[in-house]
């Protein structure tokens, strides 16, 4: 009996320890910027002085307005070390992505990578119209990151939202081709350059891009083959108009690509996502006007035409070419609008577990 009871008051007293140090500091009737002005214990001043310089009226409204329910990413003083914070509308956009809809403690986000709509809008980031940036949120355990920033101190709980300190600045993404360079896919964005595509892709409102590894290029014969048959196979891999984030995407599902009358097919077998037989490597690599997913081979057939774009020498396409259908009956294309709807409705809805309340002090 007694050791049962030392066993409960054991239990207790670590959960009491694990609640209680993080959030003493945060009086439950601060708000966000009042919390960011705290500097006897916080090292966030760089960020309150951007949010209240000229040009971020609405943001400084937004997070001292008791009545907002936001949950902001704020960077340390130390973070801002280096970054260009020179004019008003980087500063705006820089802002805006560190802001996120609702109050979402680190505690009640879901364990695994989830991506979290931010208020960095269509305007600043080149995005479809009714679309937001999003931030990639990775948890695993008490390990927070968001994209490249770690959370170092989660959940300061505000009147009218919470905040999690981070240790560096979220940078919007940048251009396609940038980020695809950046990824080490040097292959691809040369074929891009050379067939003058690098503009479209890093241009278009909205863009889903399927982007094969080197190995993939190399193995293809795409550096035979002249510009116009080149830049057709490229734009296979081009949906323009749709962010297709990976979460969103379904078995079956067709897109309608840059190339004239040319489909792609998604399918998802074993938890393994392709497309027209090549398979995604890396999912949701984040571009400024949209995504990139990573996959292992060169797209060279439409899915909906028995012979669109196929390369000369076209042995090396025996493998990629699974999805190819000698008939379109079985393609039910999806219009972009009603992709595009499925993408940003019940989208963020399914990114949270419901909120664990720790308003306990
Ligand atoms: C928080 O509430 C306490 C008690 O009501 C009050 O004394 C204090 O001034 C408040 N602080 C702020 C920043 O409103
Ligand atoms: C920020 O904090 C300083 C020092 O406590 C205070 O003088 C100032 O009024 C605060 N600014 C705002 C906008 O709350
Ligand atoms: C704040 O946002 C959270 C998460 O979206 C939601 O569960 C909660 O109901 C919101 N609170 C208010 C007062 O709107
Ligand atoms: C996007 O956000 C900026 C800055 O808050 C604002 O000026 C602009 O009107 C917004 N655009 C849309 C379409 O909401
Ligand atoms: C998420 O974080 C874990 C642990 O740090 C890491 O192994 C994994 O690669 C990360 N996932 C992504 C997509 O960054
Ligand atoms: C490019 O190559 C394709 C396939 O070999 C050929 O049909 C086409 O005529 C070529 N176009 C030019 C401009 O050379
Ligand atoms: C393939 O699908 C696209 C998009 O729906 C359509 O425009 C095109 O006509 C189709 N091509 C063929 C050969 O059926
Ligand atoms: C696309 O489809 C239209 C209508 O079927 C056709 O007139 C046109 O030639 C096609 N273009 C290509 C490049 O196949
Ligand atoms: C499905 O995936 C699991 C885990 O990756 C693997 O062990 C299994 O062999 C796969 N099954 C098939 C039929 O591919
Ligand atoms: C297949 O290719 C031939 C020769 O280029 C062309 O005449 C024919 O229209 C193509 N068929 C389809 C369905 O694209
Ligand atoms: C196509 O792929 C299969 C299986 O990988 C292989 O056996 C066959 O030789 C390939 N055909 C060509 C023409 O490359
Ligand atoms: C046409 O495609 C459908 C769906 O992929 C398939 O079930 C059917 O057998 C195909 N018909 C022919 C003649 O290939």
Redesign the pocket.
């Known amino acids: 009996m007694i050791f049962r009871k030392s066993i409960t008051a054991a239990v207790l007293a670590s959960s009491l320890f694990l609640f209680a140090p993080v959030n003493v500091k945060a009086a439950p009737n601060v708000t966000i910027a009042q919390l960011a002005n705290e500097t006897s214990t916080l090292t966030l001043s760089t960020l309150f002085k951007l949010v209240t310089s000229p040009g971020q009226e609405a943001i400084a409204k937004a997070l001292s307005d008791p009545a907002s329910n936001l949950t902001v990413f704020a960077p340390t003083d130390d973070a801002f070390a280096g970054v260009n914070a020179s004019n008003a509308k980087l500063v705006n956009a820089i802002l805006n992505y560190h802001i996120v809809q609702g109050n979402y403690s680190v505690e009640s986000l879901k364990s695994?990578?989830n991506l979290v709509q931010t208020f960095l809008n269509e305007t600043l980031a080149n995005l479809p119209q009714g679309q937001y940036q999003v931030v990639?949120v990775?948890k695993?355990g008490d390990?927070v990151?968001v994209n490249d920033a770690t959370v170092v101190k989660p959940s300061l709980f505000a009147i009218n939202g919470v905040v999690h300190v981070i240790d560096k600045v979220l940078i919007p993404p940048e251009k396609s081709t940038k980020v695809a360079k950046r990824a080490g896919l040097t292959q691809f964005v040369a074929a891009l350059v050379k067939t003058k595509l690098d503009v479209v892709v890093d241009t278009i409102k909205g863009v889903t891009i399927f982007a094969p590894v080197d190995d993939a290029f190399l193995k293809s014969n795409a550096s035979i083959l002249n510009e116009t048959t080149l830049a057709a196979i490229l734009k296979l891999h081009v949906v323009s108009d749709i962010v297709g984030y990976s979460a969103g995407l379904k078995d079956g599902q067709n897109f309608s690509t840059v190339a004239e009358n040319a489909t792609v097919t998604i399918k998802i077998s074993n938890g393994t996502v392709s497309v027209n037989g090549a398979k995604v490597l890396i999912p949701?690599v984040l571009v400024e006007n949209g995504v990139i997913h990573v996959i292992d081979s060169v797209i060279t057939t439409s899915s909906n035409a028995t012979n669109t774009t196929k390369p000369v020498g076209s042995s090396t396409t025996n493998s990629t070419t699974s999805d190819n259908k000698s008939n379109t009956t079985g393609t039910n294309n999806s219009s972009a609008s009603s992709v595009t709807s499925v993408f940003s409705v019940g989208f963020i809805a399914t990114l949270f577990a419901v909120s664990v309340s720790l308003v306990a002090f």
């Open positions: 695994g990578v990639q990775n695993t390990a990151k949701d």
